[in-house]
T-cell receptor, first 111, second 115 residues
Framework: AQTVTQSQPEMSVQEAETVTLSCTYD???????LFWYKQPPSRQMILVIR??????QNATENRFSVNFQKAAKSFSLKISDSQLGDAAMYFC????????FGGGTRLMVKP | DGGITQSPKYLFRKEGQNVTLSCEQN?????MYWYRQDPGQGLRLIYY???????QKGDIAEGYSVSREKKESFPLTVTSAQKNPTAFYLC??????????????FGNGTRLTVT
């Protein structure tokens, strides 16, 4: 069975600052991927970044990067130079045979 | 443009009635999924299908049923046996031939309210 835990229900960050969202997971599968999805107020789910578990190098997409610690089963998301448009719910996901999501972190960006 | 269409956006039903939520995709994806989202909570998997005429239960399948007669369509029926059906329902699809890393494409969701 897969589980994903996001321990921060809410986070806030000042515009232009950096924020890190935490995610831990558990899986018995040897081959899997990890994802971060963003859900703005429109409720449309948007893929932010993904990480292949067998790759040691941390994935990066513009202002978004991850810190993947496989042994610790940790997959945090760092958002640099935060923008007002980054305000949303962020969901961490683990894809083995199916994609399991954490409970989400609501990110607020203060101008 | 390719995408996933969920209809309707808002749905209201009386308690005790079955209701079917529509999900159609023209992305030629093999796999389709139904998730339920409650206020302030994450997404929980209801059912998924990796190929036509085959589907599997997710974490919260009780009170729900699905069919996958066509590749493009994966309707979800919320039955009267579902004790708390009021929720936001999201349909998604992925190209499983791309492997486990294939990202999910989501529809815009259906907000179901049962009174």
């Amino acid at each position: 069975a897969q589980t994903v835990t996001q321990s921060q229900p809410e986070m806030s960050v000042q515009e232009a600052e950096t924020v890190t969202l935490s995610c831990t997971y558990d899986t018995s599968e040897s081959d899997y991927y990890l994802f971060w999805y963003k859900q703005p107020p429109s409720r449309q789910m948007i893929l932010v970044i993904r990480q292949e578990a067998y790759k040691q190098q941390n994935a990066t997409e513009n202002r978004f990067s991850v810190n993947f610690q496989k042994a610790a089963k940790s997959f945090s998301l760092k958002i640099s130079d935060s923008q007002l448009g980054d305000a949303a719910m962020y969901f961490c996901g683990n894809a083995g045979n199916m994609l399991t999501f954490g409970g989400g972190t609501r990110l607020m960006v203060k101008p | 443009d390719g995408g996933i269409t969920q209809s309707p956006k808002y749905l209201f039903r009386k308690e005790g009635q079955n209701v079917t939520l529509s999900c159609e995709q023209n992305l030629n994806h093999d796999a389709m999924y139904w998730y339920r989202q409650d206020p302030g909570q994450g997404l929980r998997l209801i059912y998924y299908s990796q190929i036509v005429n085959d589907f599997q239960k997710g974490d919260i399948a009780e009170g729900y049923s699905v069919s996958r007669e066509k590749k493009e369509s994966f309707p979800l029926t919320v039955t009267s046996a579902q004790k708390n059906p009021t929720a936001f329902y999201l349909c998604a699809s992925s190209n499983r031939r791309g492997g486990l890393g294939s990202p999910l494409h989501f529809g815009n969701g259906t907000r179901l309210t049962v009174t």
